[in-house]
Structures are given as structure tokens and as C-alpha cells.
């Protein structure tokens, strides 16, 4: 079955760091997605992102963020300037359909920020 | 604000036995999802049941929604090892925004 890759699983880095989290959506998927989760807890919305735009964005989601789609397979987001509450799993997710279909996730990358 | 509000937080139950979980939704959906994730795994999709449907079937999976109370229940019957996991439901509350929950913690005790 077609999956979402993810890369870094791991990445530290140190605070005022900028990083940028890899997401490699599966292949005829449309729209495009970030979550994160903090230590296994609720799984929260960043953005989603369709058609190169970003179509809905949370409150968590501020002008440090930033997402992209450089060469029509891979979707990255950026972190400008980490802060230590940036600490989280960050999952990148796709679908052929929008919130109207589900929604295939991948493994995760686990960012820390010291 | 948060979405989905899941009903209890922590199960535990015997292997065999069947479990319940419930989640609470706030406006009005499109959809409601329900995933599986294992500890510091990515999510997996599970069941998904629309905002016309009221009740959905897939194995051992048994799913109700109700929109008057905005609500819905997930359960698993004949309940294994293997089932030990979070459960998050996730409403699809516009185009493009699915919200989850916080989740519950299913155990299985053997």
C-alpha cells in the first residue's frame, strides 16, 4: 500500500534554530497537512495546504511556520526561529479528497529543541 | 478550542471482552473519523462515517453517530492484545480541517 514517508525521524536542534521537517505525500494525493502532538497527547492541526495554497491554518500555525511544496513530491515545513514549546512529534499527512476523505499519515518526525 | 472530546481517557479491559469509547463534538461536521495510533506511531485510519449516516460496520468495528447530540461511539468487539492502543476520534469540520480529539487509551489485559 502507497504510505507517506517522513524525514528526519529525529531531529535536534537548538533554540533560534531554523529547521525544516521533509514529508513525501503519497503520489496522486491533493492535499496536504501537518499535525503535531506533545508527548503523546491530543493531536493537534497546524495547516493544510491544496492547489500550493494554504487552505486552513490554526492559531498555532504564526508567522514562524511556514509550509511549501518546492518540487511537486516533497512538502516541507519550516520552522523559522525554534522556541523549546516547539518540542513535539510532527506528523505529515495526505488525502485524495480532503476533510471529506481520510487521511493517510506518516511515521513522524520527532523534534527537539534544547 | 478543541473538537473532539473522547469518553473515557484510559480503558482497560480483558482480552475477549468488547470496548467502548465515545466522543463528543461541538458544531456541525461534515464527517467524523476515527483513527488508531500505536505508542509514538503515526495515526491509522480506521472507519469513517458521514454526517448522513448513523451507524457503519468494518470487522470487528462498529461505529454510531448521532448529530442531534452530537456525539459518537466506536466499538470494538472481541477485543485482542493487539488492540492496545490510542484511539482518536476526528471531525471533518470544513473543506480542508480535520480536528482529533484527545484521544483514549485502550488496554488489554491478557
Known amino acids: ?114 | 478550542s478543541q473538537q473532539g472530546e473522547e469518553d473515557p481517557q484510559a480503558l482497560s479491559i480483558q482480552e475477549g471482552e468488547n470496548a467502548t469509547m465515545n466522543c463528543s463534538y461541538k458544531t456541525s461536521i461534515n464527517n467524523l473519523q476515527w483513527y488508531r495510533q500505536n505508542s509514538g506511531r503515526g495515526l491509522v485510519h480506521l472507519i469513517l462515517i458521514r454526517s448522513n449516516e448513523r451507524e457503519k460496520h468494518s470487522g470487528r468495528l462498529r461505529v454510531t453517530l448521532d448529530t442531534s447530540k452530537k456525539s459518537s461511539s466506536l466499538l470494538i468487539t472481541a477485543s485482542r492484545a493487539a488492540d492496545t492502543a490510542s484511539y482518536f476520534c476526528a471531525t471533518g469540520v470544513r473543506d480542508d480541517k480535520i480536528i482529533f480529539g484527545k484521544g483514549t487509551r485502550l488496554h488489554i489485559l491478557p
Open chain 1, 1 to 114: 500500500e502507497p504510505e507517506v514517508t517522513q524525514t528526519p525521524s529525529h531531529q535536534v536542534t537548538q533554540m533560534g534554530q531554523e529547521v525544516i521537517l521533509r514529508c513525501v505525500p503519497i503520489s496522486n494525493h491533493l492535499y496536504f497537512y501537518w499535525y503535531r502532538q506533545i508527548l503523546g497527547q491530543k493531536v493537534e492541526f497546524l495547516v493544510s495546504f491544496y492547489n500550493n495554497e494554504i487552505s486552513e491554518k490554526s492559531e498555532i500555525f504564526d508567522d514562524q511556520f511556514s509550509v511549501e511544496r518546492p518540487d511537486g513530491s516533497n512538502f516541507t515545513l519550516k520552522i523559522r526561529s525554534t522556541k523549546l514549546e516547539d518540542s513535539a512529534m510532527y506528523f505529515c499527512a495526505s488525502s485524495d479528497g480532503g476533510a471529506n476523505e481520510k487521511l493517510f499519515f506518516g511515521s513522524g518526525t520527532q523534534l527537539s529543541v534544547l
